[in-house]
């Protein structure tokens, strides 16, 4: 993941918010246990979110070491971890694991999963978050090392492959679909060290503008059948 994204990344940031509002409703059917792991934290932000609403602790894990060390305090502990190396004592040490906007970075998913999976017990939850729609892939998912964008056929059946149960999948962001289709056409004018700082934080005004967008889809289309985001929940399944 470029770097400099995160830099820009916040709980206060529009996107930030809505995507925890989607994931606080996915959530409010399951239980989440009382171990719980993010896998690519990075600088901590949902995390934060997570542990605000959860009140207990959710432990991160990241390759990038810096942005781990820009990570506020919280009630959780950080590590620098690859979770391919698969620790012993990690292994089934956690019963719910988030992976949130991470695994379109991926070269391939589903072994990465399995690697997931490995750190999640039987019956564990996997909560997952990545862009969609293919079309809407850009320079700007380039720069950020983003390898695709997903629907929920290909989400669906990485998930099988790599041994879990899809519970619940929910696109959202419908109504910022034409933001990102204008995004898309800036990004072909755009210097590549202005990319994501011109493509992930708006202007005040356009700012606004998202928040708007924003409010009108969680009152009026809480679940559209489209959008540029794609949340999920699965189990890992039960080993015989």
Known sequence: ?????FEHSSPDHFWFQWRFEVLRALLSSHDLGGHLLE???????????????????VHGCDLDERALQSAPPGQGDLFVYDIHDRRAQWQSAFD????????EHIDNPVEFLRSVSFHLRDGGLLVLNVPSLQWLFSRYDEVAGHVKRYNKTILRDELMQAGYEVCQTQY???TTIPVLAV??????FT???????????PSP???????????LERRLMPRPIIGCSLAAVARKSVQD
């Open 1 to 5: 993941m470029a770097g400099e994204w």
């Open 183 to 188: 995004r898309k056409l800036m990004m072909k």
């Open 39 to 57: 896998i690519g934290c990075g600088n901590g932000t949902a995390r934060q979110q997570l542990e605000s609403f959860l009140n207990q602790p």
């Open 96 to 103: 719910t694991i988030f992976l949130l906007d991470t695994l």
């Open 191 to 201: 210097d590549s060290q202005r990319v994501i700082a011109r493509g992930f934080q």
């Open 205 to 215: 005004i356009s700012d606004r503008i998202l928040r708007a967008l924003m409010w």
């Open 172 to 174: 959202w962001g419908l």
